[in-house]
């Protein structure tokens, strides 16, 4: 059985901010989704948050998930959090397991807590590295066979202690019925006057428990955040290794650090990304797609061969084969583009399906519509769908030519291979084949004069 505590209770106070600090994003998401969502590839029987500063913001962001809190008040200590998550814990055999984690610590590899599991066997782990400046951690103390016999905190190590450079990364796997026991037995007696987690690996020793230990697969898993210059640079850090993983995937990105994903990306073959492009929630580009710069796509699909020219949004959106979107394009949720087609500058589309090879290449908004195959829109097209209170839907068959600066009053239907002619307002269906147009007749005011200034 396997319990999973994260420590979620710190206020803060570097960040300068209400919003408590697991709430913080990194990639779009909070520091504490990311823990949860590296936690759940484990596989946990419980989950247990140990929250204190700003608790019911943190338990309304996650109200629904399967998981358990505890509340930490005051702070007094790792250990004295850790203390507060016992009750909720799941236990009945020795060999259970307790892995406990940091919600501000966001970017820890399940890789990584694998092998710490791994590492514990039926005692105790900890996941320790040797960074090029320990200053401020706890340093790994060995004995002389090299076996890990205690941690010191940096506050209450002697010179030589402070000169050890393995250190101690606060993420550790115990036994949980052990880990109960050890925490009843430290006490607070420190420089800091807390109960640190970190005193069990002493008394782990001394009851004969083997203490192992893993290392992470690259040294920033175990970055934390306490400030919002440690959030920028972990956000450049992960955006850096995503594009990294990009590259080896075959994508080329053309300019790695100016790329940022927000959610996960699934690329086909021969993708190319251009700079500063914007991926959101859960996004498929297909073999040969093309991106153009600063273009943002969130929850949308990317047929093979399209192309998105600069500045385009695409949200919630479907596009085919070899489409061409943009630039300045902007696809809301609901928007269906078929193979072939064009969606110009300036066009927004919202739950609108547009056909095979049609084209709305400048200047229009289609909102609520069906439009078949090889239609033309022409600019400054609008769909009406809207009557303050309702959304209606415009159907336009294929071959259908909507003329510049056409308004169609949904509901309504143009018929197949139908012509608009420009200025038409369309309150009525246009029949198949024929031309509809609601021109009023031109005439000119003889003797008109043009208004001049009043002095």
Not at 136 to 141: K, M, S
Not at 284 to 313: F, K, Q
Request: proline share 5%; net charge negative; hydrophobic share 40%.
């Amino acid at each position: 059985m396997l319990n999973v505590i994260i420590l979620a209770a710190g206020l803060g106070k570097r960040m300068q901010s209400d919003l408590p600090k697991v709430l913080h994003p990194i990639a779009g998401r909070p520091m504490l989704s990311h823990v949860l969502e590296q936690a759940r590839t484990l596989d946990p029987d419980r989950i247990v948050v140990v929250v204190g500063h700003g608790a019911d913001r943190v338990r309304e962001a996650y109200a629904g998930e399967d998981l358990h809190f505890a509340v930490q008040q005051p702070q007094q200590g790792t250990g004295h959090a850790v203390m507060q998550a016992l009750p909720s814990l799941l236990d009945g055999d020795p060999d259970d397991a307790c892995l406990v984690l940091y919600g501000d610590v966001p970017l820890v590899q399940p890789q990584t807590l694998a092998a710490l599991l791994a590492a514990r066997g039926s005692g105790l782990a900890l996941l320790t590295e040797t960074p090029p400046d320990p200053t401020g951690y706890g340093r790994i103390v060995r004995d002389a066979e090299g076996r890990i016999a205690r941690i010191v905190e940096h506050k209450d190590a002697t010179d030589a202690e402070r000169a050890i450079g393995e250190v101690n990364t606060g993420i550790l796997a115990a036994p949980t019925a052990a880990l109960r026991d050890w925490l009843g037995r430290i006490d607070n007696r420190n420089a800091q006057g807390e109960y640190y987690l970190t005193d069990i690996v002493g008394l782990a020793v001394a009851d004969g428990v083997a203490v192992g230990h893993a290392q992470p697969g690259a040294p920033w898993e175990t970055l934390g955040v306490n400030s919002r210059v440690q959030q920028a640079a972990l956000e450049r850090v992960w955006q850096a290794e995503q594009a990294r993983r990009q590259l080896e995937q075959g994508v080329t990105l053309a300019d790695p650090a100016r790329f940022d994903l927000r959610g996960r990306l699934q690329c086909g073959r021969d993708v190319f990304i251009d700079v500063g492009c914007v991926f959101e929630g859960e996004v498929r580009l297909g073999d040969g797609a093309s991106i153009g710069p600063y273009c943002v796509i969130r929850d949308a699909s990317i047929g093979p061969g399209t192309r998105l020219e600069a500045y385009t949004h695409v949200e919630g959106a479907q596009v085919a084969e070899d489409a061409r979107i943009g630039p300045y394009a902007r696809l809301r949720p609901g928007a269906d583009i078929g193979p072939q087609a064009h969606v110009g500058n300036f066009v927004e589309l919202k739950k609108t399906r547009l056909g095979r090879a049609s084209k709305a290449n400048h200047l229009a908004y289609l909102g609520d519509a069906s439009i078949g195959e090889r239609v033309n829109i022409g600019a400054g097209t609008i769909t009406c769908n809207y009557d303050g209170v309702n959304k209606f839907q415009t159907v336009i068959d294929d071959d259908a030519f909507i003329g510049s600066d056409t308004q169609l009053v949904a509901p309504v239907r143009v018929g197949r291979g139908a012509t608009l002619g420009a200025g038409t307002t369309l309150t009525r269906d246009a029949p198949a084949q024929a031309l509809t147009l609601s021109r009023p007749q031109q005439k000119t005011v003889e003797g008109w004069k043009r208004p001049v200034r009043k002095s």
